[in-house]
């Protein structure tokens, strides 16, 4: 962890900011909250992959049918292994990777759908198969962006339990069902990148996911700290405090907070002449080859 980043976590209401998505029950169950697990310190630039290939994308544009479309791109198969931990860019860099979460309310949702097509930056979405019913409908103007690139999808769990707590079957499964959907909705393999829901991992869990091809075990160093509900003027400051080079940002789409501020965001992110990329780019993975 650099120095910079070390320093700001031990400022007052960092690790605050830092937490993972809070508990997805109505925003008035405050009893069920979750852990509070800071994030771990950053594995080294190991975790990059010397590989950046990125999958020719076909030109055929989807048709207007409702239901599952072809994928472009073949979904490849699993390439289970050793998990390695991420949670900041490798290397020098003026790459940010924009990490958006969970997607529990419709309107932000529809939001960061609208905020991706007009800015054409590169996000990466993370959502729970569980609120389908908000993020289906976006299905058919997501995949283009998808398909070019622009968007990435990885795994954050069908039902967003703390995997700390659950069994491994019932860890498998949820990775899976979530992966099933993801695949039927977007057209792309989630692989190997998976966010385990409130940042809660271990060994253990990290190697589950391995064995199921999730390599990538994604954590992040900088929040909006919108897993719970903040104000406009606090998550401006964790915007402008933790969106520096090589920051793993982490949103959640699920507070409207975020929604009178793309503006601002955008507008540091070109003041800090920062580059948003997917996680493909910033790591040399590939939805091609899982
Ligand atoms: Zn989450």
Not at 27 to 53: E, L, N, Q
Request: aromatic fraction near 6%; charged fraction near 15%; include cysteine.
């Amino acid at each position: 962890m650099d120095r910079r980043v070390l320093l700001s976590l031990l400022s007052i209401g960092a690790a605050q900011a830092l937490i993972g998505c809070s508990a997805h029950a109505a925003p008035s169950d405050s009893a069920v909250r979750g852990p509070d697990i800071a994030p771990t310190a950053p594995t080294t630039a190991a975790s990059a992959s010397a590989t950046a290939s990125v999958a020719p994308i076909a030109a055929a544009v989807p048709g207007a049918d409702a239901g599952p479309l072809p994928s472009p791109v073949p979904i490849p198969a699993p390439h289970p292994g050793p998990a390695v931990v991420v949670s900041h860019a490798p290397g020098r860099t003026r790459q940010i990777a924009l990490t958006i979460d969970d997607g529990y309310d419709a309107t932000t949702v529809a939001g960061y759908v609208a905020f991706a097509q007009r800015s054409k930056i590169p996000i990466t979405f993370s959502p729970n198969g569980a609120y389908r019913g908000v993020w289906d409908r976006h299905a058919e103007v997501l995949r283009p962006l998808v398909e070019a690139g622009q968007l990435q999808i990885g795994n954050h769990t069908w039902t967003h339990k703390n995997l700390l707590h659950e069994t491994d079957a019932a860890i498998r499964a949820d990775i899976e069902k979530n992966e099933q959907w993801i695949q039927r909705t977007f057209g792309i393999t989630s692989r190997p990148w998976f966010r385990p829901p409130y940042g809660a991992h271990n060994h253990h869990v990290d190697g589950l996911a391995g064995e199921l091809g999730y390599t990538r075990i994604l954590l992040w160093d900088g929040s909006f700290g919108d897993s719970t509900l903040i104000t406009p003027e606090q998550l401006v400051g964790l915007a402008r405090q933790y969106l520096q080079p090589g920051t793993i940002m982490l949103g959640h789409a699920n507070h409207q907070t975020v929604l009178g501020l793309f503006d601002q965001i955008e507008q540091l992110i070109e003041q800090r002449q920062l580059e948003p990329v997917t996680l493909d780019t910033m790591f040399g993975t590939s939805r091609a080859v899982g």
